[in-house]
């Protein structure tokens, strides 16, 4: 291989730009040109490709955000679509890909290499942790570290106010960031996918709490698949606790932003200096993840479809912390 | 006077504590006795009274939120409740109070001081910045600061996604806060309650926007009377741009809390201090404030009732910028 | 076992807070009253006891240093220091003891346990990460992430003065902290105890940036058993290359302190819990880790005695990702 | 005028990329052309000019640092140097000068409108707070709010020891940066060039603290003309308080970098727009600054030769908030 291309796709994540830094170096370190596409998959089928150099990647490792942009691109699920991507990278003489994103990026690589042979390597960026084949995914612990910086915030005025704060936390189907961001913010309930907690359980644990001389609370609730429902499951306690001062704070998009950790940086370079040289190697159509601090790579259809479980001990240790 | 009480009162405000321990060792540092009254007026009304020795407010000026706990209290409006609130002040034999909070505080201070002349000074404590006599309220550059921070983290991927975002911001009726934090955050943008800017305006900025090629436009919405207005402004926005990917962002709860500014802690500490020595040396009714980096005092009904307004050059400066 | 004490010990790290809140509500949590003891080994030689419920560590999981101090105690390392201090515990009715620290704080308990038979479970607390039998120490990933907040100030200024600047990073004997905030940081080179960097390797990495039209670099230099050994090889490369504007910043205490991480809140309330679950249920000089991410028990011997080898992969990456 | 330059000289300070940011886009927005001078003075001379579009400023307005760069330059303080500078400002068609620096940068500027009548508008950037001629400098605000951070986070270590910790902050000849940090992080004391304290007087300080149970103690001290000189007190310090455990940090380069505060966002892009309005305005050989919120301009030889006098009720406030 001489000639590569970089992209990220799906929803921005901290520690993107790290990874897109690695990749790019690793790439040149071992005597292989490198080019950008802006904007993914869509960007792809424009043509839209920029050369990187070792210093165009300089002083990024530390931006949130990501430097190649990154959209929806309803094309590229057609054929035709990925047949104009195809005669986009033949013309650019590029051989190879490396996709940094979440399973949109990994199911649209799959095909492309079933219809035309280019070879994907995928690195997982997404703040959700929810893909199978790595133990953390880059951006997770930044956003975790973010929504708790909320969290420790929004307690000083429910402690000063006596109230009771109920936080809708980022994680679409996964309970990852709600059970990490709940437990590090000392939060008196967690109310994740995985598990069906209903408002009779939250309105149970509250009165707990008050019989106990819990001036204060915090319940952390994971978006799942609608974002907003952190207001039904509030209006109901509201209902049935009249007697509590209840709020809501939903933190939104500031969990995507922002610089990345330590460990999302050292994560996303780990993962780009992997996935450039098993794409030079020959390897194609796996994720790059790390499970138990050692690299590994999994084939992107179970990274998508496999389910990776919470680990029970962090759900049931809320329990014995909100005593 | 040989001792004296303060409270915190109304939402709390980052450097509200700060305020207590410089107003507390400034009463000790001049030979009188200092009482905490917990949960303000509701406090002060059922005898909830804490000595408060200077050691008992060391390593607060940190911390956000107000170790004095505040609370909502009916009972004082009402001249009943009043007299409860002064016997319990006579029984514990303290003679002036320090107030510290925003308008409903003071409003309450000057009723008691009619019935009962007990002197009360004041210090403004309120993210809103909206109290005449004072260029700057305790918490206000805290919550502006931490506004920017979301804004910050906004942006990286307003960038990546070449989005717009509509981020509502909190203020009450004044739009200090989206100003600052408008300008600071380098929107394109600001809806204030000061000017009735309509969906026009904003729809009209963004298209000229995209006509000089911005990619990611960011709109700083005063939250204004009501809460959540933003999303129906972004109803209308998305309605007209139908091309453009508009965000909400509501960052609510979190610009209350969080460790104060170095102006804050600063300017906390300046108020505290004049607070203790002004009613110390018979001043009453009056609210401490800073002008042009000068200690002044302005009485509590033209505190309340007199509108401080906004610097016109800041808000025409958003358009320089914003090209 | 009825009753138990906690203490911290050694260097203070960001997290043990988290950790005694864990271990104190678990304990409870299992029906075992909790004491804390002032100052570690000193406060249990002079019986500085203190009765922790459940709500007197409410509020702490986020603050850096101790709740329960630490200090040094030359006395506890004779055999009548000990006697004392058993007396103190006997008379106190506490039956086992839960130590977070570092080597020092298990030296002793192994010591305590062969006199006087008093079981003891330590959870490694210090950000220095050299303890054998657990991925991280607790306060490490916060350390980090302050050495990166640093660095990344440092090199607004490096980039633009066109500078050098040699950065020492704490760690003692260990490069771990060195090693992630370099990788973190970008750093050019990382200076090590584990290899023997002389100053001609790093006027040679130097030089060779500069060729490659690098206009300023960040060397991360671990101070390994001196402090302050940054200014003699910053010396050292001066004289060789006086073209260069070299700095040296020693980012010192700053990276004892701080809120924790997310990680950090995590892994120390997770090892809090498994510490005080161990205690009663009799294992007893040992210390619990956390090694890809299962609970595991070490003998205090081990801990102290093996030594964690750093990933050799995380050092050589710094070559490939600062071409 | 048709065509101006802008530039950042002396040491960087945070806020100045949003005053070249604010001078750009004022000029383009009155229908002028701008170019940035690279490294300052160096770059004049040497012809290292770029053109500035409202774009080539976006996304820059919350970056530490200066994108235009900034180093020292012998040449331009002879004669020959300032002809060289004054030919390439004619080649390249430029009118007028904004400079964003200290009082290097004003002087340089002021013997260059002696020589060859280029009229120069400067803005004062500069975390030392030293000029005259306005409240604030850019970068200032910044600075305080990094020391403060850096204080809080060893004030965990300081308690949690009962220690004494000596901090060198920065600010050269001036204590402002010492003051607002001291009283901003409840410093027991401060030490600034403007007072001669001595160690006698800090000996007795601690020892009194001592007397009053302080366990832990904060002293901040002004770096004054030579760096590092906390390191000599700390030593008399030492001797005379044997049994205090006295350690010393030295917080540097970490002070000029990062974010700016939205104090000095605000602050660096008013003055921009005043700098760029002035100079179009005909105005010339003044510095931009803010009295008492308002605009005003200061012939440059005032604002490098008067002095600023330190506010000295805060002096004193800090003996009132330390008892």
Do not use: W
């Not at 138990?292 to 912390?321: G, Q």
């Amino acid at each position: 291989m001489k000639k590569i291309a970089v992209f990220t796709s799906g929803g921005d994540a901290p520690g993107m730009n790290a990874c897109v830094r690695a990749a790019v170096r690793s790439a040149i370190y071992n005597g292989v040109e490198v080019v950008g596409i802006i904007r993914g998959y869509k960007g792809m089928i424009e043509g839209d490709f920029q050369p990187l150099s070792s210093h165009s990647v300089s002083n990024i490792i530390q931006k949130g955000g990501t430097i190649l942009k990154s959209a929806r691109c309803e094309e590229f699920k057609t054929k035709e679509g990925r047949a104009k991507a195809y005669d986009q990278l033949v013309k650019n003489g590029i051989e190879g890909l490396i996709a940094i994103g979440g399973d949109g990026s990994f199911t649209g690589a799959d095909l492309f290499l079933k219809d035309f042979d280019i070879p994907t390597i995928g690195c997982p960026g997404t703040i959700d942790n929810d893909l199978y084949g790595t133990d953390y995914t880059i951006g997770f612990d930044t956003a975790v570290n973010t929504a708790l910086d909320a969290i420790d915030k929004i307690r000083d005025t429910a402690d000063s106010h006596d109230r009771v704060f109920m936080i809708e936390v980022m994680g679409r189907n996964s309970g990852y960031i709600a059970v990490q961001s709940g437990i590090g913010g000392g939060a008196e309930l967690v109310m994740i996918p995985e598990y069906q907690t209903t408002s009779e359980e939250v309105i149970h644990a509250l009165s707990k709490g008050k019989e106990n001389k819990k001036a204060s609370s915090i319940v952390v609730v994971a978006e799942g698949k609608v974002a907003g429902r952190v207001h039904d499951i509030a209006k109901d306690v509201k209902e049935a606790l009249p007697h509590f001062d209840i709020r809501v704070s939903t933190l939104g998009h500031i969990q995507r932003g922002g610089k990345p950790s330590a460990l999302d940086r050292i994560l996303a370079s780990r993962m780009g200096v992997a996935a450039a040289e098993a794409l030079l190697n020959g390897r194609k159509n796996e994720m790059v993840g790390i499970i138990d601090d050692k690299i590994v790579f999994t084939p992107f259809s179970d990274a998508i479809s496999k389910s990776k479980p919470l680990n029970d001990d962090l759900v049931k240790m809320v329990n014995v912390l909100s005593i």
